[in-house]
């Protein structure tokens, strides 16, 4: 379908769900059939799944979902959705977080690599919380300056 297609079907809106799921000893099938869960989950929520496509990670793997939305999500929403499809509980836990901050967006991400540094949890949130209030307060100051007229 094309995108004039979900206009006039009222599937206005398109996002991209991240998920990591560090599930290493599955099959094709067990995916297909995750897979069919996910879209059963999407499904009661009244969403669409327009598409999705997943990699092999040394963990597990990523998928990358392609829903419709008959109205627009909020950055909470849509992290607490790829909490409820399955992604990893401290990815969702810091997605959470940044919905929260204002900076879901930015910080939304996979990655193919692990950070070679090892933090005990609680440094690594003291140090996501400050990026995020400094990706907040970036986003503020830039606003004010859109803002003033020079």
Known sequence: MTKQDFWARGWPYEYTLKIDLDVPFLTEGDLYLWVETRI??????????????????????????????????????????????????????FNLARAEAGSFKVFNVLFSKKLRKKWPM???????????????????????HEEVEL
């Open 40 to 93: 059963a989950i999407l499904n009661r929520l009244n969403l669409l799944l327009d598409g999705w496509n997943y990699a092999r990670t040394k963990h597990g793997w990523h998928f990358w979902f392609k829903i419709r939305a008959q109205r627009s999500l909020t950055d909470r929403e849509l992290a607490l959705l790829q909490l409820l499809l399955g992604d990893d509980h401290r990815r969702a836990t």
């Open 122 to 144: 609680e440094k690594l949130i003291l140090h996501v919380l400050r990026l995020i209030i400094a990706w907040s307060l970036f986003e503020t100051v830039r606003e004010l």
